[in-house]
């Protein structure tokens, strides 16, 4: 598998540093040598210093060979024409990230396919989408659609004194309706465990659910949780993940946004109908409260600076504000944050990386959860596998992984010990990192 | 390299080369109401139009001519050229009136009196320049108001004259002049296209826009004519097919530029007919639509522009409760014998600034009469359109406006409050300017009507009161053209010059004048207020 990167910003080195771990041959292409020499060292992956709009470069990369060119750069025109060329010099699948939403919402007639370009990301409109479902269920940490509306991965906190606490998963199975939602994993002391029956639950545990469109709610109320409605959201900064969201939400939303910048301000303000434009500094208690923090339901802390992000949503938690969003660019600062209280944290580079990954051979989707060491695989069931001769809990499959979930023509499942595989299900498999065990025999 | 020199000099020869321009223009429009006069044999107005046509030329050849410069108006000379371009035309156009009304024999003229009437022709009150003047400039600004007592009187061919300067004054002068001559380079164009325009571009180019609004405008007209002559021929199929033809072609025109003249003794109540009333609505509502909003119904075929359209949408309603309310104040009043009818037609008349009239509206009561000129004269229709009045689209933004800063009380310090306005989104800063030229404007023009009224006060017959005094003045300055009698060619010669300014203050929206003005008092030197 040879994969070309071009553009070794913070995305394309974020997917770099992912992707190295699965596969061998990638290279990097940048025109800043210094980053690149950093990339080198750090990841141990070849670059070439040049642009990769330029034919030679490309050639150089080996684009002939290539399986997967990304183009990442932060100059949208500059990753179309890389793709547009890598892809007649013969890359099998391109992607190119893009800035200008419009392309993503004239798909039909902007048909960039027939060009060359096989799929387009755009990190700001993943974000969006992120936080669009988690402000549909802010009782959630995370949420993942895993496919098409008919399995989501929900991640959420146990607090407080409620029910599960210090009970075993078996004591509580009884909450649970028929088979509409499974624990996958609990994440407890900065460690992943996959559960089994006697694991008792803990205050403070963030618990991992896989669940079909129809236990979603049901597994709020399993975690004894409310489902709080949403109304009234407060954007802080209006960067271009600031704008899209507001863009996109205002639909369902009372929106206010807060940025700095005059000039922006009036940019946005032009542009965005629906949504109030507030000019002030967003981490100015003084402003907040001028602009009644204490009446919004969500906080959505999107400005450039990680550090600001956080600590405005910790101003917004101590006002009373019910669901915090802050995006953490800086990966390092995660850990932490959550154990501050933030709800839920958004990162672009991973949202990026986690859609290219569904893109990676062997039909797998890794899904990178934050701060969670763990990742969830896709398989498609070949005929005749080792999968679909028992039923799962005589399969004797490895530990540290679980099945966690089967689509079957578009029907989510949830796979309990009886279940049986079939072929051509899709099996959705969350394991932990120290499992070195393949379990791809299982599938072929 | 040297650069061209200019001196104070060339900005008059500039000037006065334009204004050339348009005389000559004038003279070929004569060469149309020239060829009517000969069709219905009327040989002393043909003399009149030729003799007209021939100084108009001259005047306009020496001009251009004479005063040869490379100099290239600025924003300021536009307005400058507007303001002097529309005096000189109407001064000229008022030509064919004086110089018939010296040459017709009497005998003539008792010719054109219908058979029973004991009046003399009302041709030779035109003897009077100043009444020439008055009727040339009324025609040209397409307000209406006459000095022909009995308008059939003065002669089909000074008739179709009068209609005639209101369909070229509607659409505008110089628009005309920019789509027949093209001879200004685009920047040019451009300045004075906005002048007496919206400034629009319908067409990349302003050449090009020109001769668009001229085409809808003949198209729309042509219309109303055929509308009219079936309408008419319907309603009333005993009357007289030619006059049915010379009535309809003149109130299509005189409607679609929202003038106003009309061919008959009482104007449309000359019909005597409730359903001529109500056949005459359409063209006074076409006339007051924005040319740009035909533009894009016909041409891009938006027709979903009539409800999205912000002011066609608010003449249309306006319309609707305007002639409720009138209908029932003149109807509470009790000294009208048919309030809806009246009511009905006279607020559309007024709105749309067109001035057709079927009531005498001195006996009005005056709360009646302050409401028409509240709610209709004032506000007139479309910007874009042949309208006078402040015009729909500031009444509009001017209310928004006051809303707008009262909810900004409510939110905070920083909040950018955006204003949506006929599909556009203003800023705050934006909404500030475009308020604050709104409001000038409207102050000014306000200005004008109240200091009109109070000049009236004093000069109009004593059995007229004052809020006679207002609708007339609000009647001039709006171009709107209704009277309730102080317009006769007895008034004072005072109040005659006062709605002369009027007029032609109105049609260019006032600013152009006080540009002249000020050009005339101060020069054209910046200077600090």
Known sequence: ???IIAGDGEVGFYLAKLLVLEFQDITLIDTQKDKLDFAEKDLGIATITGDSTRYKVLKQAGVESANLLIAVTSVESSNITTCLIGKKLGAKFTIARINNMEYLVDRKTLDLKDLGIDELI???SLVTREVRYILR???????????DKALYLMGLLLEEDTYLVNKTI?????????NSFMIVAVHRNDTTIIPTGDLHYHKGDLLYFVSTEEGKNSVIEYAGKKTKGIKNVLVIGGSRTGEYIALKLSRYYNIKLIDKDIEKCNYLAKNIPNVQIVCGDGTDIKVLEEE???DFDAVVSVTGNSETNIFTCLIAKEYGVKKAIAMVENIGLFDYSQKMGIDTLINKKMAAANFIFRYIIKGRVLTHLYGVDARIQEFTVKKNSKVTKKPIKELNFPKNNIISGVVRNGQGYITLGNFQIKAEDKVFIFSLPQSNSDIDPFFN | MTFPHHNKFDIFKMLLKQIGSLQILLSIIMVVPLIVSIIYGEYYSASGFLISSLICIVTGFSLQKGFQTSFEPLHRHALIIAALGWLSIAIMGSLPFLITAYITPTDVAKQFCQSGTDYTSSLYYFKNPLHAFFESMSGFTTTGLTMAVHEPSIGKGLLFYRSFTQLLGGAGFIILSIAVLGQSNGKVALLLYGTESTGERLKPSIIETARSIWKLYLGITLFSFVYLVIGTHIILPGYKFSENIF?????????????????LDDSIAGYHSLKMDMLYLLPMILGSLSLPFYFKVIYNKQINQFWKNLQTRSILILCLLGSIILSLMLMKSGVISEPFRTGIFQFVSALTTTGWQTSDVHIWDGPSIVFIVMSAMVVGGAAGATVGGIKIIRVLLIFKGIFWNITNFFSSENSINVVRFNERRLLPDEMNKELASAATFSYIYLLFVLISALITYYFMDGNFTITDALFESASAQGTVGLS????????????EFTYIIQMWTGRLEIIPVLVLFRTILFGTKPKIV
């Open chain 2, 247 to 263: 009535d309809s072609i003149n109130h299509a025109m005189t409607g679609q530029s929202t003038g106003g003249f009309s061919t």
């Open chain 1, 1 to 3: 598998m040879k994969i």
């Open chain 1, 137 to 147: 269920s802010p009782a959630l940490k995370e949420i993942f659609n895993l496919h």
């Open chain 2, 484 to 495: 309730c009698g102080i317009t006769n060619p007895e008034m004072s010669p005072v109040l």
């Open chain 1, 292 to 294: 009644r923090l204490e």
């Open chain 1, 170 to 178: 078996v004591e509580t199975a009884g909450l649970i309706p028929h």
């Open chain 1, 122 to 124: 755009s990190p700001e």
